[in-house]
């Protein structure tokens, strides 16, 4: 098992930038990928970006150019850098680790709000 808590969170004015960090429990090495996905209200949870062991990157065509996935394996920490925020932005994020050899352990954190608004 692996426990992951987020962090970074806010209120930001379109265009500005926040860093998301999710930190977890054990070594991160180990595991198939990791992502952030967020809900909207009244919306369902989407993908927003993920990264593989190997280090290959996924984004959502709505975040591309704008939000940068990365991690810091010696921390066990993954990053989510967000520039140029739109109002369309606004979610509570979420990290998410996948593991074991088919693929079949999802592991959540408890979320994170992003609110961009004037």
């Known amino acids: 098992q692996v426990q992951l808590v987020e962090s970074g969170g806010g209120l930001v004015q379109p265009g500005g930038s926040l860093r998301l960090s999710c930190a977890a429990s054990?070594?991160?090495?180990?595991?198939?990928?990791m992502g952030w996905y967020r809900q909207a209200p009244g919306k369902q949870r989407e993908l927003v970006a993920s990264?593989?062991?190997?280090?290959?990157?996924n984004y959502a065509d709505s975040v591309k150019g704008r939000f940068t996935i990365s991690t810091d394996n010696a921390e066990n920490t993954l990053y989510l850098q967000m520039n140029n925020l739109k109002p369309t932005d606004t979610a509570v994020y979420y990290c998410?680790?996948?593991?074991?050899?088919?693929?079949?352990?999802?592991?959540w954190g408890q979320g994170t709000q992003v609110t961009v608004s004037s």
């Open positions: 990264i593989t062991s190997g280090g290959s990157t």
């Open positions: 054990r070594s991160i090495i180990s595991l198939n990928a």
């Open positions: 998410n680790a996948n593991s074991g050899w088919r693929g079949q352990y999802d592991y």
